[in-house]
């Protein structure tokens, strides 16, 4: 029964036969292929390359925020205009928020209390520019990768 064994050809993938463990021991190698399989390339991982970022790991391409001086230029243009509408009793965010940094500044070794109107200011200005400037990265990069 070992015999029997030993001599016969189990047939593999792509009709290709396994050959005994006599035969192991020899250079040829045996090339299976099959109709599933596109190509005998490895597989590769996308974790493990190489020289990607000088041999860093990073989990983001290089340049992620793209910067571009044209969202910086006119969303502060974009936001430095509405915030000059004088809306908050005949005064507008911006005016009132540049009083307040005078109004600080004549006191200067000693900073803004907590209860000073400064903090309300810089914080709703502040608030807006970011939001324009966010808003506005969105637009810019939206519009060059074709989002919209």
Known sequence: MAAATSSTAVV???SSS?????SLSSPKRVSLSSGFLKSPARARNPLMQINASGGKFTCFERDWLRTDFNVIGFGLIGWIAPSSIPAING???TGLFFQSIAAELSHFPT????????WLWMICWHFGLFLCLTFGQIGFKGRADDYF
Request: glycine share 16%; no cysteine; net charge positive.
């Open 12 to 14: 593999g993938l792509g």
């Open 18 to 22: 396994l050959r005994s463990a006599s």
């Open 91 to 93: 005064n507008s965010l």
């Open 111 to 118: 900073g803004p209390a907590l209860t000073s109107p400064f």
